[in-house]
């Protein structure tokens, strides 16, 4: 697909991008809830997480949030400061841009273009998911663009910890707030009732 999937809400980029921190912090929280001599210093919370690269090399992995400014990225894509609009012109179709058996090259874009979407699907309505739609540049966005349209945020360990606790305490975005599936509420019920009997 060409399409790349963003979020309107700062949380829920957090929360994507603290996901293998949360996972790692989750299993050591877990123990802290039932221990009778929990820790007092936030620091001993400190998790490593390692992330493979294409090549095999493993490397400790440091979140990083995309930031996007859509109207500069849409006025040097499409001469406009104006989010694209599928709807508007029956021409503006992704099956005849890129799949169909006659795609009309003509209209084919360079640049990746935002584009705005219906929120008909629970699971994009939930996260306020919006897109970029890629043209026929192969290369990374922040490579076609540069900083004033797109830059990178990284979070260092300590950030990244506050950042866990933050949405488990305060944001209260857990998986089935984020993802409205079966699967994310049977996951929640189990982590936060049924592994209670573990430990007690």
């Known amino acids: 697909t060409r399409l790349l999937d963003w979020s309107e809400s700062f949380i829920h980029k957090l929360a994507f991008a603290l996901r293998n921190y949360a996972i790692k912090l989750a299993q050591k929280w877990k123990k802290d809830r039932y221990s009778k001599t929990p ?72 640049l990746p273009v935002p584009i705005l979407s219906p929120w008909e699907d629970q699971r994009v309505a939930a996260q306020r998911g919006v897109f970029t739609c890629h043209g026929n540049d192969l290369r990374s966005l922040n490579e076609q663009v540069g900083k004033k349209v797109v830059i990178a945020v990284h979070l260092r360990p300590e950030a990244a910890i506050h950042g866990v606790r933050f949405l488990s305490e305060i944001g209260a975005l857990d998986r089935f707030a984020m993802f409205r599936d079966r699967d994310s509420l049977g996951r929640k019920t189990r982590d936060e009732f049924l592994s209670r009997d573990e430990h007690e």
């Open 39 to 110: 820790p007092q210093r936030l620091q001993w919370h400190e998790v490593i997480v390692k992330h493979e690269l294409a090549d095999k090399t493993v490397v400790d992995e440091m979140p990083t949030i995309w930031i996007l400014n859509p109207y500069r990225l849409a006025e040097k894509a499409k001469g406009a400061n104006v989010l694209w609009d599928l709807t508007l012109d029956p021409r503006d179709d992704y099956y005849k841009l890129y799949v169909g058996d006659d795609p009309d090259l003509s209209r084919r874009f360079d």
